[in-house]
């Protein structure tokens, strides 16, 4: 996939009793499980653009699958 700015929006549920340390955590292994599925091309991209990402959030499992699923229906990598 080829776009103008690459950007990684990571999605954090706030339902879960998740200590600050343990969401980082979390955090730090979704960035890194998508940035190992994409193109190298795009993971190039994203490395000279400056690694841009977005921490968004939701409140439930079900928003969080929605998310999920309009990501890749939209063709967009996601994990």
């Known amino acids: ?18 200590g600050k340390g343990k969401m980082a955590v979390q955090v730090a292994h979704a960035s890194v ?6 193109p190298e091309r795009d993971q ?14 939701v409140e439930s499992e079900e928003e969080l699958l929605f998310m999920f699923e309009d990501a890749k229906r939209a063709g967009l990598p996601a994990s």
């Not at 994203?46 to 690694?51: F, S």
Request: charged residues 30%.
């Open 1 to 18: 996939m080829i776009y103008d700015v690459l950007k990684q929006a990571i999605v954090i549920r706030t339902d879960l009793p998740l």
């Open 33 to 38: 499980e998508t940035f190992v599925k994409v």
């Open 44 to 57: 190039k991209k994203w490395l000279a653009e400056g690694q841009k990402k977005i921490v968004l959030r």
